[in-house]
C-alpha cells in the first residue's frame, strides 16, 4: 500500500448552514492528528463559509475563489493536493471518518482507479409526491452498483486520467462514464446520506440539471447514452413487474417530462441547487 498522503476536496459555494456538520462528520472519529488532508475550496462565497472552516476546522486548507463553479473549485482543489488519492465530497453530505478511510483504502489497491459508496436518502420533511419520486428513483438499476456522486476517491492512478475538468454540469456523470467500470471499487460498507428537496417545484429544477447535464456530456466521445438507455428499460421493467410502484410511477414520469422540458430554458452557466434540505444542524450548530 502507498504512503501517499490522501486528501479529501470539498467544494463549497455558499455552504455555511452545513459545512459544519460536513466536517464534524468527517472528523468525529479522529484520534489525535489527522491522516487525511482536508481542503474545502469556497467559489463564489457571499457568505461565512470560508471563516467558519477557518475559526472551527484549523487543520483544514482553505482555498477561495472568486467564481462560483464546482468545476473550478474541483481543478483548483485537484492541483493543490498533493500527490495521493483524493475524495471528492459535497459540501452538504455527511460521510463518517471510517467511511473516509474505507474508500481511500479501497482507491489503493492495484488496479483500482476510483472507489464509490451506497448513497441512503432523507425524506425528512418532504412532501408526498417527493416521496413517490424517489420510491421508482431507488429501483434504478445503475444504483446496485453503488452511487457515482458526492463522494467518490480517486486513486493517484485515476487522478492521472481525469486530468483538469472540462467545463460541464454532469460532473459526477463524466467521472463515471470516464472511469473503466473494471476499475471502480464499490465499498459496501461505505453508506453516505443525501437530503432530497422538500418540495416538488425544487426537486424538478435540481432535476432539470441533471437533464441538461446528460445533454451536454454528448460532445464527448466516451459519453454514449447506450447504458442510458438499458438502465432506463431495466427501470420500466421493475416497475411493471412490482404493482406497489404503480401509484408512484406516473409522478416519477411527471417530474422526468417537466424536468427535460425545464432544462432545455433559459442559457448561460447555471447551477441549480435544492436550499430546502441545506439547514443547519442543532447538533453541530
Not at 69 to 78: D, Q, R, T
Not at 190 to 219: D, E, M, N, Y
Not at 220 to 231: D, K, L, M, P, T
Amino acid at each position: 500500500m502507498s504512503n501517499s498522503r490522501a486528501t479529501v476536496l470539498i467544494p463549497a459555494h455558499n455552504e455555511e448552514a452545513v459545512i459544519t456538520r460536513t466536517l464534524v462528520a468527517l472528523l468525529r472519529l479522529h484520534r489525535g492528528s489527522m491522516d487525511f488532508g482536508i481542503i474545502v475550496i469556497c467559489n463564489g462565497c457571499i457568505d461565512r463559509t470560508a471563516e467558519l472552516v477557518r475559526e472551527r476546522f484549523p487543520a483544514a486548507s482553505v482555498i477561495e475563489l472568486q467564481e462560483g463553479s464546482k468545476i473550478a473549485a474541483l481543478n483548483a482543489g485537484l492541483a493543490a493536493a498533493p500527490p495521493g488519492p483524493v475524495l471528492l465530497l459535497d459540501a452538504d453530505i455527511e460521510l463518517d471518518t471510517a467511511s473516509a478511510h474505507a474508500l481511500f483504502e479501497a482507491a489503493r489497491r492495484t488496479g483500482i482507479e476510483a472507489a464509490i459508496g451506497r448513497m441512503q436518502i432523507d425524506t425528512t420533511g418532504a412532501s408526498r409526491l417527493v416521496h413517490y419520486f424517489y420510491r421508482i428513483w431507488l429501483q434504478h438499476p445503475y444504483l446496485r452498483n453503488g452511487k457515482f456522486a458526492a463522494a467518490i476517491a480517486l486513486s493517484q492512478t485515476g487522478r492521472e486520467r481525469v486530468g483538469t475538468l472540462p467545463s460541464v454540469t454532469a460532473d459526477d456523470t463524466y467521472l463515471r462514464n470516464l472511469i473503466p467500470a473494471e476499475r471502480v471499487a464499490l465499498v459496501d460498507s461505505v453508506h453516505f446520506l443525501v437530503r432530497v428537496p422538500r418540495k416538488l417545484t425544487t426537486l424538478i429544477r435540481v432535476r432539470s440539471r441533471s437533464h441538461r447535464g446528460t445533454r451536454q456530456l454528448a460532445a464527448y466521445a466516451h459519453h454514449g447514452s447506450g447504458a442510458r438507455g438499458v438502465e432506463a428499460r431495466g427501470l420500466m421493467r421493475t416497475v411493471c413487474l412490482h404493482p406497489s410502484l404503480w401509484l408512484a410511477a406516473p409522478v416519477y414520469a411527471g417530474v422526468t417530462v417537466a424536468a427535460r422540458a425545464l432544462s432545455w430554458m433559459g442559457s448561460g452557466a447555471r447551477w441549480e441547487r435544492d436550499e430546502t434540505s441545506r439547514v443547519a444542524s442543532e447538533s453541530v450548530g
